[in-house]
């Protein structure tokens, strides 16, 4: 029964931190308007992205897939969220992290579920 609970609970954790993801949606306006500029040469970028962006959102793009993976896989709500981040939110979620600087977690937060999915579906 514990493991049960327990997984319920890293279900509506992983939910809500990629619910939590669309704040990225934000910066879309933003990325189009300063489109062909370095971000240093953006003026105000970091006041922007930090109203755009709050930082419970800013936490969230940094751990949602630890908490991703501790969900079954094979669980079809976390796969249709999962599926909406993928087509709706990934562009806008690797933008907000280029912005904290941390493309390269973003790559391993990435090959992470990736083996985390392969790694369910195999087992």
Known sequence: MNQEISSSSDLELALWTIEHLSFCAALEGLSWQNRYQ???????????FNKDVPQKAQFV????????????????????????????????????????DRVD?????????????????VA
């Open 38 to 48: 370095l971000k240093q040469e953006v003026v105000g970028l970091e006041v922007t």
């Open 61 to 100: 793009c940094k751990s949602w897939s630890l908490l991703v993976c501790r969900v079954d896989c094979n669980n079809l709500k976390i796969i249709q969220v999962l599926d909406h981040f993928i087509r709706k939110l990934l562009p806008h979620w690797i933008e907000a992290m280029g912005l904290m």
């Open 105 to 121: 977690a973003a790559s391993l937060d990435l090959y992470r579920v990736g083996n985390w999915t392969v790694g369910n579906l």
